[in-house]
């Protein structure tokens, strides 16, 4: 099994910065794909960003120019760096991973997408 642990969210003021991590563990090959996602209180969970293992990112048009995203395939991290932020960033975000755990998952490119548990950012006015 894979474990995602997700850490850096808080409470902070329009404009301000918060900087979340995600360290993926346990049974795990190779990791392609990393992302991040939010849920706002009821909105649907939208896509905030991805980066491929070889650091190519894609980003949701609401946050381009304002966020980040990096990772450590050495430390299988995932990083996720909020500037300017505004009271519509305030969700759940949440750290995504699509993990190979073996070498027959790698010669099939079958992945299994694990998931953090959630950590709350929230944006003040």
């Known amino acids: 099994q894979v474990q995602l642990v997700e850490s850096g969210g808080g409470l902070v003021q329009a404009g301000g910065s918060l900087r979340l991590s995600c360290a993926a563990s346990g049974s795990i090959f190779s990791i392609n794909t990393m992302g991040w996602y939010r849920q706002a209180p009821r909105e649907q969970r939208e896509l905030v960003a991805t980066?491929?293992?070889?650091?190519?990112?894609t980003y949701a048009d609401s946050v381009k120019g304002r966020f980040t995203c990096s990772r450590d395939n050495a430390k299988n991290t995932v990083s996720l760096q909020m500037n300017s932020l505004k009271p519509e960033d305030t969700a759940v975000y949440y750290c995504?991973?699509?993990?190979?755990?073996?070498?027959?998952?790698?010669?099939?490119?079958?992945?299994?997408?694990?998931w953090g548990q959630g950590t709350q950012v929230t944006v003040s006015s």
């Open positions: 995504s991973a699509d993990v190979i755990v073996s070498a027959a998952d790698l010669i099939a490119q079958r992945t299994y997408t694990y």
């Open positions: 980066i491929t293992s070889g650091g190519t990112t």
